[in-house]
């Protein structure tokens, strides 16, 4: 069964960059679409990014466009979410969820897509 394990999370500044992980233990993701969410207090879960399987489309948030960038590693074993530019508004628990997919494409904001979801990792941006 596919667990996914999010990790990466932490405390940066304003303007700091963190690089995010989904692992699948045992698992390639190759053939997986694999969204990236977020919540944070107080707000409901958004869609930040995803990737469709066999490293099909990629697509973001208005938000985060141009300074996020998703891709998956060699290995086909862990996608990355790498952020840069961070603000205080991307402060929030990230979880990544996958789901089954040979079409290559991918759901941004629709959280009933993916079928698995990983615990999640905090972000906090502050000075």
């Known amino acids: 069964q596919l667990q996914l394990v999010e990790s990466g999370g932490g405390l940066v500044q304003p303007g700091g960059s963190l690089t995010l992980s989904c692992a699948a233990s045992?698992?390639?993701?190759?053939?997986?679409?694999i969204g990236w969410f977020r919540q944070a207090p107080g707000k409901e879960r958004e869609g930040v990014s995803c990737?469709?399987?066999?490293?099909?489309?990629?697509y973001y948030a208005d938000s985060v466009k141009g300074r996020f960038t998703i891709a998956r590693d060699n290995a086909k074993t862990t996608v990355l979410l790498q952020m840069n530019s961070l603000k205080p508004e991307d402060t929030a628990v990230y979880y990544c969820?996958?789901?089954?997919?040979?079409?290559?494409?991918?759901?941004?904001?629709?959280?009933?897509?993916?079928?698995?979801w990983g615990q999640g990792t905090p972000v906090t941006v502050s000075s």
């Open positions: 969820a996958a789901v089954t997919s040979f079409g290559g494409s991918c759901w941004l904001n629709q959280p009933r897509q993916y079928d698995t």
């Open positions: 045992g698992f390639t993701l190759y053939y997986y679409a």
């Open positions: 990737i469709g399987s066999r490293d099909g489309s990629t």
